[in-house]
């Protein structure tokens, strides 16, 4: 009996060694959901860092006889796009600027946001005033119209629209930071470690960030997919990447006019944007569980 | 004061007849919005409060809900700023001489809800850790001395330092925010409710253990409870607040032997009582307390006492001397100047048939 509290001593003591965020990963990687949805994010990561070592067809080389092949075709496995060129290339070299251009501003926004949040939270009083009603005038505008009104005022480019895309997904960080450090800051240990002396960089540091950021974290993986369309919108509307840049916003939106003649192919890159979007989703849902000591 | 010396208790300043702390004319009005076209007040939370408290011993403060007992601890540790008055510390006053930094490092504070009153992310010994942390001691030592406190408060380190507060019981939560209290070396606790949540063997327990701690680490409590029994049981001095003010203050014994307020006495009345001759035979005190928006003109009380006159309710009484050593009361009956045809009065029997 005693060996058996001894051990369940010294398990815990290995725990506490390994630190919170082992905790999480060890918790996370119990979850099947959640490891099948990081080995597809993982996969696609990793297949369009290394594309250039895959020995795929070249993305830009098309051909006017081979235009619209079907799925399946031989030497084609996913068929050709409307300029003939390969999609099993075009949609690898394409992960590359989706999900760069799909969690690049968010994370940068995701840092700014919370910041600025948790500050105006925590904060209260002139500092919550200026920081919220400045937020509130960006939400007057819908985040389409935001991101093509900055990105055209920027100009054209991926830089310019990525910056674009962090200025619109930051007010909604902002919000959500807000309201859940309001929430926390009236609890009676944020009360006791001010009793402690503690300044409020440290509070907000130390007691406040660690209970806040779960559900922030979780919402800003929710921005993903939506930074992933809106990115590809921009492409669109030529305030994005350019054709023949492979990129599947740009992709899809391309290979609309083939939406009648090859209706499948033309699907295809919608297909990545939802697989990569709900494996997002599903994995923060995953997250948000495991980051919770509770459970 | 040196940062170093967190593990020694403090050192004593002024010698034994300086009280540690002591409060004067302390006043907090919280303003309240007033609803479409009613107009703005203010909540006297805490009005002109005076008192002071003495080294080692256990004051007591009693009083029922929302008469200002936590609002009192809460404006003693600058958790909230007063409106008016001034918190002195080992005789230097809180904002001149004596910062908020080293009056937090000598007053700490115990809360009620044991599981509110930790974060939930950090383990038993990071959340004792912390304040050390914030005063500059090394992590290592940090987390030596909440050991330490661990062992103090009778949690064996091995077993409680690295779980999280979800997983221990009401008891071991309250005994680890003791031990967070005690990080700093205090030499005024106070304990807000501590062991009004916890179930009565457990209270006992901790109870007995807050006795053993102030016997060796020499501290001094003031301790927050509505339960007259326990209040009884741990302390020296009692306070009794009603609707913001200090309506008596005495010894404990001349306190329940001779209580002078009426409405002290009407607290005690509510008590319930094992022994069947002295069975609570009609409700002591009527009504709700009065809206501390606009209270009662005079005497606070006047609205809910057997024996208000008019002059209760045009003049506020102050804390007069009853005659036994510390003992005051707010009450014209008290003072046999002012005009109560009941004053001078002072035993129960005496006023029944007077």
């Known amino acids: ?295 | 004061m040196s940062e170093a010396d967190l593990s020694a208790p403090a050192a004593d300043v002024g010698g034994p007849q300086q009280p540690l702390l002591e409060v004067r004319s302390l006043s907090k009005h919280f303003p309240v919005r007033g609803g479409f076209i009613g107009k703005a007040g203010v909540v006297r939370a805490v009005d002109d409060v005076n008192f002071s408290v003495d080294k080692g011993e256990v004051l007591g403060i009693v009083g029922e809900s929302g008469c200002g007992k936590s609002t009192t601890a809460r404006l003693v540790i600058g958790l909230i700023q007063p409106d008016q008055g001034s918190i002195i510390l080992d005789g230097e006053k809180l904002g001149a001489s004596l910062s908020l930094r080293d009056l937090r490092r000598r007053v700490q504070m115990v809360f009620q809800d044991s599981y509110a009153s930790l974060n939930p992310r950090l383990t038993v010994e990071d959340s004792i850790a912390f304040g050390p942390k914030v005063h500059g001691i090394a992590a290592d030592d940090a987390r030596a001395r909440a050991h330490d406190l661990l062992r103090k408060v009778g949690l064996d380190p091995a077993l409680f330092a690295a779980r999280y507060p979800h997983e221990l019981s009401g008891g071991q939560r309250q005994r680890v925010n003791i031990a967070r209290a005690l990080a700093l070396s205090p030499r005024l606790v106070l304990l807000d409710e501590a062991v009004s949540a916890l179930d009565k063997s457990v209270e006992a327990q901790v109870l007995n253990l807050l006795i053993d701690l102030k016997e060796e680490l020499g501290l001094t409590y003031v301790f927050i409870s509505h339960d007259l029994n326990v209040v009884r049981f741990i302390s020296d001095r009692v306070i009794v607040m009603y609707l913001g003010e200090v309506v008596e203050t005495g010894p404990v014994e001349a306190l329940w032997s001779d209580a002078r307020h009426p409405y002290t006495r009407a607290l005690f009345a509510a008590m319930p009582s094992l022994d069947p001759d002295r069975r609570t035979q009609e409700a002591p005190i009527t009504g709700d307390p009065p809206n501390p928006i606009d209270p009662p003109s005079g005497c606070r009380f006047h609205t809910r006492c057997p024996f208000a006159e008019s002059v209760c309710s045009e003049k506020s009484p102050s804390l007069f001397a009853t005659g036994n050593e510390r003992h005051f009361a707010a009450c014209h009956m008290v003072d046999p100047a002012s005009g109560h045809s009941k004053a001078g009065h002072f035993s129960a029997r005496e006023l029944q048939h007077a």
């Open chain 1, 1 to 295: 009996m005693s060996a058996v509290a001894d051990d369940l001593v010294r398990i815990a003591a290995v725990d506490k060694a390994r630190g919170y965020w082992a905790s999480v990963f060890r918790r996370l990687s119990r979850d099947p959901l959640s490891v099948a949805c990081a080995s597809v994010l993982l996969l696609i990561a990793l297949a369009a860092i290394f594309a250039p070592y895959l020995g795929l067809a070249d993305p830009y080389q098309g051909s006017m006889i081979r235009r619209l092949r079907w799925i399946g075709t031989p030497g084609y496995p996913l068929g050709t796009d409307e300029l003939g060129r390969d999609m099993v290339a075009r949609l690898i070299y394409g992960g590359r600027l989706s999900l760069f251009l799909g969690l690049f501003p968010v994370v940068l926004a995701f840092c700014i946001g919370t910041t600025l949040g948790v500050m105006a939270g925590y904060l209260g009083g002139f500092v919550n005033q200026a920081i919220m009603r400045t937020v509130d005038v960006f939400y007057a505008f819908p985040s389409v119209l935001l991101a093509i009104a900055i990105s055209g005022a920027l100009g054209a480019g991926i830089t310019n629209s990525i910056v674009s895309l962090t200025i619109v997904f930051i007010p909604p960080i902002v919000r959500v930071s807000e309201s859940v450090t309001t929430s926390v800051r009236g609890l009676d240990f944020v009360d006791a470690a001010r009793a402690s002396g503690a300044g409020p960089i440290t509070i907000m540091r130390v007691h406040v960030l660690g209970n806040v950021l779960g559900p922030i974290f979780v919402y800003s993986t929710s921005l993903i997919s939506v930074c992933m369309i809106l990115a590809s919108g921009l492409s669109f509307l030529g305030l994005g990447t350019k054709p023949p840049e492979p990129e599947w916003g740009l992709m899809l939106n391309t290979l609309r006019t083939a939406i009648y003649a090859n209706p499948w192919v033309a699907a295809l890159p919608g297909a990545m944007i939802f697989i990569v979007s709900i494996c997002f989703n599903l994995l923060s849902d995953g997250m948000r569980s495991a980051m919770d000591v509770r459970s």
